[in-house]
């Protein structure tokens, strides 16, 4: 198998990535320590494609603290737009594809009909702004990428909003959660198992596509699940978002229509409740 190289190696969709290929027993994965594979540093990126010659690379490097990057605006672009850049075009020099990843908060989320690949982007804020933008320049800088846009990313591994829910369940009797913002959670094991599936297949259907798993929920109702198959007695009291200020506003819905990908790539999606199930069983 030719290589396959990994960005963000340390992240969860990361740690993923190294998860699901020890599953299934894939080799060619080169998982390079941050401080090798800096995707703000170009020549250090290119001395590892030169090393490599990979026939894929997987951007999961990202900024990803969606309030603080309101602060931070410079560095959450720079890593989110000028990094995926970066590695945009040392995929069109050295003939790679790159797999990179997006965001439902590139969304405005105003409607209430899931979104598709054409629905246009208006980011609320400057997560969604920055990774709108890496968008943007990997589609310019190169004719062979998949960008798959995921949403409300949880694992076993790194930080997560459900590994915060059992955190702060343990601690509390109850917790107020924001049930006017419904979208689709993703267990990153399985967005891992399609980037896999998507290389395995080889296509060169190339483009931009949504994955997350199937339904809908409200972050209320993704909590109560959350306990309730943890076992946990902690009670979930639904509040509106206005009750539960934050710096970035998210979108209110943020629902993706896989259609595209599920057709296109042949790709079967589980309901959002059977992957926690497996994830919380994970975590044990
Ligand atoms: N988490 C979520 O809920 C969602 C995530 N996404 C997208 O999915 C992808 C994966 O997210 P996830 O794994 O959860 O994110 P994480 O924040 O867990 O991981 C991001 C990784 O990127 C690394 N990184 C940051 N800057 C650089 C850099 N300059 N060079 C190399 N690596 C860098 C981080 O390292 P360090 O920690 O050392 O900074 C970290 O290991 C991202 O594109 C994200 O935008 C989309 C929707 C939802
Ligand atoms: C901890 C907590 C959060 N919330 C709300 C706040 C927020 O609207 C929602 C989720 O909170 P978090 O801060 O964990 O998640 P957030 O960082 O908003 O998650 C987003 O991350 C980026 C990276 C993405 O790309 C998005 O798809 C999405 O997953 O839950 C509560 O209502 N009560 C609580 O006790």
Redesign the pocket.
């Known amino acids: 198998m030719q290589s396959i190289l990994v960005?963000?190696?340390?992240?969860?969709?990361?740690?993923?990535l190294a998860h699901v290929a020890k599953e299934r027993n894939l080799s060619g994965l080169v998982f390079p320590p941050?401080a090798q594979?800096?995707?703000?540093?170009p020549e250090g990126l290119r001395a590892l494609f030169a090393q490599h010659h990979p026939a894929y690379a997987i951007?999961?490097?990202?900024?990803?603290?969606v309030d603080k990057a309101e602060d931070e605006v410079e560095i959450a672009r720079?890593?989110?737009r000028d990094?995926a850049e970066n590695l945009a075009r040392l995929c069109a020099e050295f003939d790679a594809v790159l797999l990179?990843?997006?965001?439902?908060?590139v969304f405005a989320g105003t409607g209430n009909q899931p979104l598709t690949e054409t629905d246009p982007a208006e980011p609320l804020g400057v997560?969604g702004l920055t990774?709108l933008e890496?968008e943007q320049a990997v589609a310019a800088a190169t004719d062979k990428y998949f960008t798959l846009?995921?949403?409300?990313?949880?694992?076993q591994?790194?930080?997560?909003?459900v590994k915060t829910m059992l955190k702060l369940g343990a601690e509390r009797e109850e917790l107020r959660i924001i049930w006017d913002q419904v979208g689709t959670p993703?267990y990153?094991i399985d967005?891992a198992g399609a980037l896999l599936t998507i290389i395995e297949s080889q296509s060169t259907a190339y483009g931009l596509y949504h994955y997350?798993n199937e339904g809908l929920t409200s972050w209320y109702d993704f909590a109560t699940a959350i306990f309730e198959l943890a076992g946990l007695p902690t009670r979930t009291v639904p509040i509106r978002t206005a009750e539960y200020p934050t710096k970035a506003t998210r979108p209110a819905y943020s629902v993706m229509d896989k259609t595209k990908i599920k057709q296109t790539l042949g790709l079967t999606i589980p309901h959002w409740r059977a992957s926690l199930a497996v994830c919380i069983k994970a975590l044990g």
Do not use: P
């Open positions: 960005f963000g190696a340390s992240g969860q969709l990361g740690q993923c941050e594979a800096n995707i703000l540093n951007n999961c490097a990202a900024y990803t603290a720079r890593v989110n990094g990179q990843i997006s965001t439902d908060f997560y990774k890496g846009r995921t949403s409300w990313l949880y694992s591994y790194a930080g997560n909003f993703c990153a967005l997350s």
